[in-house]
């Protein structure tokens, strides 16, 4: 019989529905599986697009997601033969949890088969080029190379494709009943905090980087670091990982979120990158007040901690190489008052109704170009 072969058992569910748990590989869900417009929620491109990335850029052999939860509405469409069951050919699995996860698989698979196409038609150029051009070594040398990236290339994707998921099954249920269990599942979310996600996620190389800083950086360490929770004003520690995640890119590449250029440097290079973020913060600790994650000091704000790494990243490269006297600009913080009483940054970027200087984070990045002015005019007077 055609169709999809799943070994799996099935138990009973409220007296009259069926529930299954099953590892699918990726190639059968894309072509078992369906988005019900009715059930789901509207797709976030921006959601697909962090998943597809990640996909994309990992460097581990399979994918590892959470269970997806599929639906099977029409039950004739699965039999039984032998030892196993089969899902009809051109049956559907309904998807009531993991549309992203599952849309981003496919898109990521396309993707790549694009990019394998284009590598076939410059396999098949370079191979003309090798005939009419026989005795030339650098023609040779570049089509093994391409050949090569091909490979490479196609074997990451067929391994995409073989990829298990595991897969929560309900059977019977109708459209409403389908709703009522999208409703029971999204309706109570507990989020994980982006804490745990910076401290635990090895797929993007500037999270290993802080990490490692996280745990051998002793001034760090003294000052606190949060890898739990969001920072609140309660807390005294001096930053957090999402903290620290945006001020290692904005030193990095003067950016709030890492280019995938940086990404692409730090992976090749993740050494250097790990001993540029220690000499900034061992440049930028020993200025700072003692407890600097005290929200009565101006060093506790998001802000000013961004503002300092977009400053010190113009000092950081000479040309296209790392300037080796780049934390002398970092001198200029001996000469800030880190107080709420600073009178200049009261100034220019105003004061809330508590009396302390508005600091609240903006995407603008524009109270983080006034304070770049500000540790400018204090290099000069370091000068």
Do not use: M, Q
């Given at each position: 019989m055609d169709g999809l072969r799943l070994r799996m058992s099935i138990h009973p569910y409220c007296g009259k529905y069926g529930l299954s748990t099953a590892a699918l590989r990726v190639h059968d869900l894309l072509n078992y599986?369906?988005?019900d417009p009715m059930v789901q929620r509207k797709l976030s491109g921006g959601q697909l697009r962090k998943i597809a990335n990640y996909l994309q850029e990992r460097e581990l052999d399979h994918v590892f997601?959470?269970?997806?939860?599929l639906s099977l509405r029409d039950v004739s469409a699965l039999a039984k033969v032998d030892d196993h069951l089969v899902l009809a050919h051109g049956a559907k699995l309904s998807i009531l949890d993991g549309q992203h996860r599952i849309l981003a698989l496919g898109y990521t698979n396309e993707q790549m088969l694009k990019e394998s196409r284009k590598y076939e038609r410059e396999v098949k150029r370079l191979k003309v080029k090798c005939r009419q051009?026989?005795?030339?070594?650098?023609l040779r040398e570049e089509l093994e190379q391409t050949e090569g990236l091909l490979a490479n290339l196609e074997s990451r994707r067929l391994d995409l494709l073989e990829s298990e998921l595991t897969v929560q099954l309900y059977i019977g249920l109708s459209e409403e009943e389908e709703k009522q269990l999208f409703g029971d599942i999204n309706s109570k979310v507990q989020l994980v905090s982006k804490e745990l996600g910076h401290s635990y996620d090895g797929s993007d190389p500037l999270n290993l980087v802080l990490q490692q800083v996280a745990d051998h950086n002793e001034l760090l360490k003294t000052a606190g670091i949060e890898r739990r929770n969001n920072l609140t004003a309660?807390?005294?520690?001096?930053?957090?990982?999402?903290?620290l995640y945006a001020v290692a890119s904005f030193l990095f590449s003067g950016k709030m979120q890492p280019s995938y250029e940086l990404t692409r440097r730090i992976r090749h290079d993740q050494t250097t990158h790990v001993e540029l973020l220690h000499q900034f913060l061992n440049g930028v600790l020993p200025h700072m007040p003692e407890q600097p994650g005290l929200a009565k000091y101006l060093s506790s704000s998001r802000v000013i901690q961004e503002s300092i790494a977009l400053y010190a990243h113009e000092h950081l490269l000479q040309g296209s190489n790392y300037n080796p006297s780049w934390t002398k600009c970092l001198e200029a913080l001996r000469h800030v008052d880190w107080t709420?009483?600073?009178?200049?940054?009261?100034?220019?970027?105003?004061v809330l109704d508590n009396g302390k200087i508005n600091?609240?984070?903006?995407?603008?990045?524009?109270?983080?170009?006034?304070v770049v002015e500000y540790l400018k005019e204090l290099s000069l007077v370091t000068a």
């Open positions: 599986t369906t988005i997601f959470g269970p997806v939860t051009h026989p005795d030339d070594a650098s309660y807390n005294k520690n001096f930053t957090c990982f999402s903290w709420h009483d600073n009178a200049v940054l009261a100034e220019r970027l105003g600091l609240v984070h903006e995407k603008s990045l524009r109270k983080h170009a006034i």
